[in-house]
């Protein structure tokens, strides 16, 4: 119990803390570009930043961060606002942000943390107005309701007796009321789903505010001068791809820094501005987020890359194709992975994490103007937790909401009258729908279905007949491929941690399918 | 952070025109196929233009999609995507049998839509000169007339051009 309280307060320190530090780094790299006399009120908005920080790392007991704090305090009080050296600061600020992960992790140290950022697993921290966290209790309180009285109804009809006269007309009434209380769930269901989901979208610009850093950074590395400017900030992004798209974006913005841009007297030789420019502007189009990373650079030498593709021994019909040369690694990327080794996962995993998501990126390029990436993520990710059931050599996943119950299923259970064999279930006779022979699958003799998974199909009761129940597993939903036509019963694809493709089943398509099984 | 409406971005507005405008050109360009990809099948050779193929890509597994025409294949993963692959041999209803288990597949990139075909060899990359593209062509006992874009000698070999839209602008597909 202490521990949890524990744990909680960490959290929320933690969370505090990364919000300030952001406003901090913030507002540093923002010194250089006002005039001199509004400096000073930004300074004291740093100042009042850090004494938060000292004060809230005081009272969870971290006397190390408390003393840091302390010093980039003191730092801050000196700066000379005429010409405010920050480098020192933002160096206080990482060290404060390496703490911070080794109190969230223990061992984040280890290398395989790198990669998790792109898992689908990771938590990402929302903050959540009360306003909307009452309307979602609300809905809460009209479930619990609601399943009362379904508890009572159940109830009821468990205690219908078959002998009893009128015992038919209690039980068309019984699943009457039944019915009723199902569409009661969807009216209060489709809301709380909706409103979880719009809780997750988290505004753009706290990741541009991480990108301004590796900008700031990376100019300051390679003695070039680079500005960011950034459109769209408010555009909002479905938490779950928060973590994607800042690895993706900070893989584009470094590129465009360190390979885009070119030196200031190159840029001058060329008549460009001796400041670079790199624009990131984002937008909702239709059910997807566009962001664009522009850069007024070089662009992209295709045919050096080619160059260097075919000596690795790239195949010459991957080599013209400028996307594979961008993101094969090792290629463009090689001063990124010097400076930033271990941090991060490397491009192409990055771009893998995209796909996976249903993104695409698209890049174009124009000698001696720039070049433009395209990051395209949908609005809203169709993340769903789903059973995976086998049926002889295949598998499939079947999304969880769907699921009234799994059971296993013996001879005993089944009856077979008028060609249509049915479970027999607390005194149902449910539809039965052998999946085997629905998909045609080819079964061993060893493979026998043994299970049964319980589901509405369009308002109707039926059975799924299976061979093995897997594991529950979350899964990226993927619309089925629009150019070819598939048959009832599937729903699209989903690609799993194994990198099998695995069909996703429809739910909705089993209603009127009951006569298709094999006796 | 630097808002929007600053000296920068303006310039940048006029340097993203400049990239769309060379991105027409470059799309004008691109309407003038002459870089090809061969690849065998059925003991005939094959081409497509290289800029709708994306790779000749390795395959792990492929998931059989029950029900489906019997040219797909089924579906697998190429890079993260979930991708149709088809059977191209029975598509251009040339004789013989695709393989059951490929190692490998061309992917055909068509307006940002990936499709995994199934041949039996990729032979290599190849330029053409559009003149001597011959568009009449007439192969006996092959109901494959309507995908074929035409037809090129080379020295040695004699090629038949495809077109990436064939596999992906159809609505249906039959089996």
């Known amino acids: ?519 | 952070m630097a808002s929007g409406d600053d000296a920068p971005g303006d310039r940048l507005l006029t340097f993203a025109d400049r990239l769309r405008r060379s991105e027409e050109e470059d799309a004008e360009r691109e309407e003038k196929p002459e870089i090809w990809v061969s690849f065998q099948l059925a003991g005939r050779s094959f081409a497509l233009p290289v800029m709708h193929v994306r790779e000749f890509a390795p395959i792990d597994r492929i998931t059989r999609v029950p029900g489906a025409p019997s040219i797909v294949r089924g579906v697998t993963n190429v890079r993260g995507h979930a991708i149709p692959v088809v059977n191209l041999r029975e598509l251009l209803g040339l004789p013989g049998q695709s393989p059951a288990d490929p190692n490998r597949i061309l992917v055909v990139d068509y307006q940002g839509r990936w499709i995994g075909l199934v041949v039996d060899r990729v032979d290599r990359v190849l330029t053409l000169s559009p003149s001597r593209i011959q568009g009449e062509t007439s192969i006996e006992g092959l109901t494959i007339a309507d995908n074929i874009l035409g037809c090129y000698e080379t020295d040695d070999d004699s090629l038949l051009l495809l077109s990436a839209s064939t596999f992906l602008d159809r609505r249906e597909t039959t089996g």
């Open chain 1, 1 to 519: 119990m202490v521990n949890d309280e524990l744990k909680e307060l960490l959290a929320d320190y933690l969370l505090e803390c990364d919000e300030r530090l952001i406003s901090v780094e913030q507002a540093l790299l923002e010194i250089a570009d006002i005039p001199s006399e509004d400096r000073s009120a930004l300074l004291e908005k740093v100042r009042r930043d850090l004494h938060t920080l000292k004060g809230n790392s005081g009272m969870m007991g971290l006397t190390d961060l408390q003393s840091l704090a302390h010093r980039l305090e003191d730092v801050v009080a000196d700066l000379d606002p005429k010409l405010p050296a920050i480098e020192p600061l933002l160096e206080g600020v990482d060290e404060f942000k390496h703490r911070l992960t080794e109190l969230r992790a223990p061992a984040a140290a280890d290398p395989d943390a790198a990669t998790v950022s792109t898992d689908i697993a990771k938590e990402a921290s929302v903050r959540i107005g009360t306003g909307d966290l009452d309307r979602l209790l609300d809905l809460a309180t009209e479930l619990l309701i609601t399943r009362n009285r379904m508890a009572s109804l159940t109830a009821e009809a468990l205690h219908l007796n078959a002998e009893d006269p009128g015992y038919a007309e209690a039980s068309q009434q019984a699943w009457q009321q039944l019915e009723e209380v199902r569409r009661q769930l969807e009216k209060t269901l489709t809301p709380l789903d909706s409103g979880l989901r719009r809780l997750r979208m988290v505004p753009l610009e706290r990741l541009f505010s991480r990108l301004q850093r590796i900008v700031h950074d990376e100019a300051a590395r390679s003695g070039k001068t680079v500005a960011l400017v950034t459109r769209g900030g408010e555009t909002p992004l479905d938490a779950a791809l928060v973590e994607v798209a800042a690895e993706t974006l900070g893989h584009l913005v470094r590129n465009a820094v360190v390979h885009g841009i070119e030196q200031p007297d190159g840029r001058r030789s060329a008549d460009k501005p001796s400041q670079g420019t790199v624009l990131l502007e984002a937008a909702v189009r239709g059910r997807w987020v566009d962001i664009e990373v522009l850069d007024d650079g070089a662009g992209i030498d295709r045919d050096g890359l080619r160059e260097a593709a075919l000596a690795r021994g790239l195949e010459m019909a991957q080599a013209s194709d400028l996307h594979t040369l961008v993101f094969r690694p090792g290629l463009t990327i090689r001063s990124e992975v010097d400076q930033s080794s271990g941090r991060g996962v490397g491009t192409s995993a990055a771009l893998d994490a995209v796909h996976r998501y249903g993104g695409t990126i698209d890049i174009d390029t124009a000698p001696g103007i720039g070049t433009r990436f395209l990051l395209r993520l949908p609005l809203t990710v169709a993340v769903t937790e789903a059973l995976l059931l086998e049926v002889g050599s295949d598998r499939y996943a079947l999304p969880i909401s769907s699921i009234l119950e799994t059971t296993d299923v013996g001879e005993d259970d089944l009856l077979t009258a008028d060609n249509e064999t049915f479970l027999q279930r607390a005194g149902l006779n449910i539809p039965l729908i052998d999946l085997g022979s629905f998909f045609s699958a080819t079964r061993t003799s060893r493979q026998q279905p043994r299970y049964a998974v319980l589901l509405t199909s369009e308002g109707q009761l039926r059975a799924l007949l299976v061979d093995q129940l897997g594991d529950v597993a979350t899964i990226v939903v993927n619309p089925l491929h629009p150019t070819l036509e598939y048959p009832p019963g599937l729903d699209g694809t989903t690609v799993l941690g194994s990198g099998e493709v695995v069909m996703i089943l429809d739910s909705q398509s089993f209603g009127g399918a009951s006569t298709r099984v094999a006796s």
